[in-house]
């Protein structure tokens, strides 16, 4: 790094300044450190160049992901305007530099084969007398069949998984909401294999942590993330969407698409089967809901025609 973090210093003043008035900033909070510090390793001091910015926005970005630049050129944007008034020859990126940056992004829908590849490659792992590959066959499994967020699962405890109920509770979590939910028999099956071995191995307090790491603690997000990515490569999947590979995030859109797919064919009413699919997924209204389905071809005429009496707050 060139001379000292000017910029850093910058950027954690604009943040603290934000957050006196009520911002909480999380996620700009990352990108704007990591903008803070690819202008501090050129040495840039000064005014901000549109160059600068446009530089940190594309750095790395594939071109299937051409709306993350976009996204992170609207993070850097209303800084780029406080700086100003230090600065005034900093230049504010036009809203459309890059394009739209709140397309949402078509994710990876998973077939069957390729939930059933990542899960038999997950029972692959080392050590193959251990836990661990039990532990992540049964991990993406659950949130295969349930549509969990990554958070959601691995901060279960064996308090919330009611096998003789066949049900998870999912405490509070994005919304600051709980949820029970039911699960199909063959998932119940599946959890409780992995109880019966799991509980060999480590406690079974209701407050402790239902998938459990090497040492018998909660696995941390960023562990389980290391471990499908380094899964991946070797199952040759063609990433469909916008993103350059299949994300484990992936899984929760394919519950949702597929859901919604299977009540359709079943003869329920969309209406409904969105309202459940809502409440099921832990969305806080019924646009997150429409927002998070990808344009898959079978629901897009209905839903699309659903979604715009939504909006217009008219009735079917």
């Not at 530099?97 to 059933?116: F, K, M, N, S």
């Not at 991990?139 to 699962?153: D, H, P, Q, T, Y």
Request: net charge positive; hydrophobic share 40%.
């Amino acid at each position: 790094m060139s001379g000292d973090p000017v910029m850093e210093a910058l950027v954690r003043r604009y943040l603290a300044e934000r957050r006196l008035l009520g911002f909480e900033l999380v996620g700009p909070t990352t990108e704007l450190m990591r903008f803070a510090r690819y202008a501090d390793a050129r040495g840039h001091r000064g005014p901000l160049t549109l160059e600068l910015q446009l530089g940190w926005a594309r750095e790395h970005v594939m071109r299937t992901s051409a709306v993350t630049a976009a996204r992170r050129l609207e993070v850097v944007r209303p800084f780029a305007a406080y700086h100003r008034q230090f600065e005034p020859a900093t230049e504010i990126p036009p809203t459309d530099a890059l394009g739209r940056g709140h397309r949402r992004p078509v994710p990876h829908i998973y077939t069957d084969e390729e939930v059933e590849q990542l899960l038999q490659a997950a029972a692959g792992l080392a050590p193959p007398d251990g836990l661990r590959p039990m532990t992540y066959r049964t991990l993406f499994g659950l949130i295969a069949a349930v549509g969990l967020r990554l958070s959601e699962a691995v901060h279960l405890t064996v308090g919330d998984v009611d096998l003789e109920a066949g049900a998870i509770t999912v405490r509070k979590t994005k919304f600051r909401k709980s949820r029970c939910l039911p699960l199909h028999a063959s998932t119940i099956h599946a959890l409780k294999l992995y109880r019966q071995v799991r509980d060999d191995h480590w406690a079974a307090d209701p407050g402790a942590p239902f998938f459990v790491s090497h040492a018998g603690a909660a696995l941390p997000k960023r562990t389980v993330q290391t471990v499908f990515s380094r899964l991946r490569p070797r199952l040759g999947w063609k990433a469909r969407g916008d993103y350059p590979s299949a994300r484990l995030h992936d899984l929760r859109h394919t519950f949702a698409v597929r859901r919604l797919q299977r009540w359709r064919e079943e003869g329920q009413s969309i209406e409904h089967a969105l309202f459940w699919l809502c409440t099921y997924l832990g969305h806080a209204r019924i646009s997150d809901t429409y927002w998070y389905l990808t344009g898959v071809p079978e629901l897009m005429a209905a839903i699309g025609e659903r979604f715009e009496r939504t909006v217009r707050g008219s009735t079917p």
